[in-house]
């Protein structure tokens, strides 16, 4: 199915190969009303006409993803469990705000199947997306058209929240991401690949950060 499929603004550490239009992922980093941190994670383009297909081979490269998660899901048992899902997310928008899902529509909402999940998922639905993951638009149409504005230029689409509990200042994870993606009307599928990272560097490792442009100047 992966090969079929196969498929703030923090500024993140952003390593992405361009391919066709996709220019790679940016990150935007939000303290919601609860005091989480909200990271909201985009696929960029600079081409329009374009529709979203699937992500896929999901990778931990350093650091953990510590995603919270509060939504409606329930086990077998009628316990709550952790979801991936957005569309199972019930408890409205305040819930929503402060749960981690993932998208293949941009919306993040419940109406409808917002993202299916590849069974790379399963049986983890907690704080770490499982290594080689993926998730696809199950039922493609308008819904997954790449045509939202970018504020720095271009077109993006929402594809993942991670919300992280209190503040997560001097904790960094990143993570790769490969997606695919085809021109409308036609049924080649276009990939790209890329890294993000979230978390914002400590006092301490954003002052040696800014030693080490002041020594690069001097050297040059």
């Not at 770490?128 to 993006?156: L, Q, V």
Request: one cysteine or more; aromatic letters at 8%; charged letters at 10%.
């Amino acid at each position: 199915m992966k090969s079929l499929l196969a498929g703030a603004s923090l500024a993140a550490a952003v390593a992405s190969v361009a391919s066709a239009g996709f220019t790679g992922y940016t990150v935007d980093r939000v303290v919601t009303a609860a005091g989480n941190i909200q990271y909201k994670v985009y696929g960029n383009w600079d081409t329009a006409n374009l529709v979203f297909l699937n992500a896929f081979n999901f990778a931990t490269q350093s650091g953990s993803m510590n995603a919270r998660h509060q939504d409606a899901a329930e086990d077998l048992d009628g316990n709550p469990s952790q979801s991936w899902s957005a569309s199972v997310n019930l408890l409205g928008t305040t819930a929503r705000d402060n749960d981690s899902w993932v998208s293949a529509s941009g919306s993040g909402t419940s109406a409808g199947a917002d993202a299916s999940l590849d069974p790379g998922f399963n049986p983890s639905n907690t704080g770490e997306i499982p290594a080689g993951a993926g998730w696809f638009d199950a039922t493609p149409g308008t819904g997954n058209a790449i045509t939202a504005a970018n504020p720095a230029g271009g077109f993006r689409m929402l594809i993942a929240q991670i919300c992280r509990t209190g503040d997560d200042t001097g904790y960094f994870s990143t993570h790769g991401l490969q997606i695919s993606y085809k021109v409308v009307g036609t049924a080649t599928a276009l990939f790209g690949s890329g890294s993000f990272t979230i978390g914002v560097p400590a006092p301490g490792a954003m002052a040696l950060l800014g030693l080490a442009g002041l020594a690069g100047r001097r050297r040059r």
